[in-house]
T-cell receptor, first 112, second 117 residues
């Protein structure tokens, strides 16, 4: 069954530093991968998604992710963190049964 | 485009009571999804509708749970005889519904937070 694993329940960075949130997937078929962000008391917002084609995917708010089949990874990065990036980030994969399966999430903390 | 709305935003109930949540999808979105999110976890799929037809149900959706989408517009999720384990955030999402699910973006509402005492 398809699944995703997010390494690190919390990641702390300083404002202006590189953001790296890790996601590894397990899938027996070519995966469709997503990153969502959730701000407190709000629903989830799509940051970016990988379906087919270019392996480097650019999303909103300066985030990007690279699909690496050899490493079964889809890590999320941003060159320079901003205070407003503090939120919970979820990696997700579409399963063969066409359901979104989410990871457990990574809380990003940004300090001044 | 007003986004996906959910009501109520918060619900506190006593064990054994029935509760009903409502989701209004983005206008003209044909697919509607329900998820449950517990503390420290990612959302878990419960069920989804294509127009008024309920096409998929998770094993998480016990007999106490029922979802409807009359006329293919808003949807309701009812939980009968609530248990403390039902305490969670219930999220609704919608998508256009004219392409394969994996190619579509699901737009999420703010959720309904349920606390069962």
């Amino acid at each position: 069954a398809q699944s995703v694993t997010q390494l690190g329940s919390h990641v702390s960075v300083s404002e202006g530093a590189l953001v790296l949130l890790r996601c590894n997937y397990s899938s027996s078929v070519p995966p469709y991968l997503f990153w969502y962000v959730q701000y407190p008391n709000q629903g989830l917002q799509l940051l970016l998604k990988y379906t087919t084609g270019a392996t480097l995917v650019k999303g909103i708010n300066g985030f990007e992710a690279e699909f690496k089949k050899s490493e079964t990874s889809f890590h999320l990065t941003k060159p320079s963190a901003h205070m407003s990036d503090a939120a919970e980030y979820f990696c997700a994969v579409i399963t063969g049964f066409q359901k979104l399966v989410f990871g457990t999430g990574t809380r990003l903390l940004v300090s001044p | 485009d007003t986004g996906v709305s959910q009501n109520p935003r918060h619900k506190i109930t006593k064990r054994g009571q029935n509760v009903t949540f409502r989701c209004d999808p983005i206008s003209e979105h044909n697919r509607l999804y329900w998820y449950r999110q517990t503390l420290g976890q990612g959302p878990e799929f419960l069920t989804y509708f294509q127009n008024e037809a309920q096409l998929e149900k998770s094993r998480l959706l016990s007999d106490r749970f029922s979802a409807e989408r009359p006329k293919g517009s808003f949807s309701t999720l009812e939980i009968q005889r609530t248990e403390q384990g039902d305490s969670a955030m219930y999220l609704c999402a919608s998508s256009v519904g004219r392409a394969p699910i994996e190619e579509e973006t699901q737009y999420f509402g703010p959720g309904t937070r349920l606390l069962v005492l």
